[in-house]
């Protein structure tokens, strides 16, 4: 067996072309496909933890227990499987071993009370992976600009009908490019993770920092994917100028802003910003083989992924709670929250983009996967439930976020009356 986070060459692989999607279409994932993660594929043990009455809502009172049919339990008002615990302990080993992964792990939560955690697999050889460690969780902080973008609004200080020109009269059609458009991947900017200098210089040094001011060159230098507000197109330049757009109303940075009116509100204690490398310990590890070796990715620079201010690592349970948050609209006037959560474009299938996140079937929902690591989180605001899981790739892995995979099978046999299909 190879050891974790040992360099392994990888002849006769090419580096592989990049393309940003989130699970269900090709240019939904947060980052480039370059940054798969490719891990050894050791099993280690697996870590179950359920707390029944404990989580994010300790100290307030308890949700009504709901009266349920024989076979289901009552947890945070909602009825439940009563081997919830055992089947999402069951989903993570069984997805260490079918997609050989490095590390898998899952979590469940009902109205803040947590129903079960379980972590499967290693973050180096020898240190076992524990729900308790922190990882990149890129796109899941999307849905933080845009929550800030509808403080905004409710304060008067913005309209979603503003236009781009109004901060940024330098960019290509910013007279016809609003701030929904921005905010629902819907402005028609090229995407610069797929132009190839920028590829090939990512390859050439990932510890390389980016400003968000290069990253907006690169994108206004290509052709536009589509006019403005006519359909669906993913950029990475929406959520870089959407994040200038608040840190210029704010006249303040980004990273200041996010802490104080949205991480902290929310509660998110084990959630840090920071465009460089670091990670606060304890540290889940990511692997890629994207360069043509198998090598430690977790330190590479993320500051291409989003705008300075809204790059994050964080735990399982934060970003749980972040969505619970965001699916409860708990920082926004009534109205705000309908507009954040309501479709604005379609994707294929059920599947639309609203206001900074994927709806698919009235589940909320972001699913990264760059430099080592795939996540994915999902909320359904009529249950009240929860679910965020974390996959690290091994180096025979079979798919590129089997963390998604994982997800599904928990929401289908917690929600069967609302499948969640990212496929």
Known sequence: MHRVGAPVSLPGRGLRSLGGTIGFDPQWRHAVRRYRTFTAACLGSL???AS????????????????CPAGLISRGGTCLPGDTEEFTARQVADALKKYKLTAAMAGVWVDGQRVSTAAAGE???????TTEMRFRIGSVAIPYMTTELLRLVDEGRVSLDDKLSRWRPDLPHADGITLKMLASA??????????????AELYENPFRHWTGEELVRIAM?????????????????????????????EQ????????????????????AISSRAEIPAPVLHGFDNERGVFEDSTYWDPSWTLAEGAVMTGTLEDMAKSFAAI???????????????????????????????????????QNPSFAGYAGTVAYLPSRKLAIATVATQGLGSTVQNASTNVLQEIAAHLAPERPLSLG
Not at 186 to 199: E, H, M, R
């Open 123 to 129: 973050t180096t050889t020898g240190f076992p992976a």
């Open 47 to 49: 870590l179950l933890g």
């Open 327 to 365: 699916g409860e609209g708990r920082l926004l006037t009534p109205a705000s929250h309908e507009l954040q959560l309501t479709p604005v474009v379609k994707v294929k299938g059920d599947a639309s983009f609203a206001l900074g996140l994927p709806v698919v079937n009235t589940w909320i929902l």
């Open 221 to 249: 230098s290509r052709p536009m994917a589509r006019p403005p507000g006519t359909g669906f197109a993913y950029s990475h330049a929406n959520w870089v100028l959407l994040g200038d757009i608040i840190s210029r109303v």
């Open 186 to 199: 819907s402005s028609g900017y090229a995407d610069y993770v797929t132009d190839k200098a920028f590829i």
């Open 52 to 67: 029944l009455a404990g989580g994010w809502t300790a100290g307030r009172a308890e949700s009504a227990a709901a009266q």
């Open 252 to 271: 303040r940075p980004l990273g200041e802003v996010l802490r104080e009116n949205v991480l902290e509100p929310m509660g998110l204690e084990q959630t």
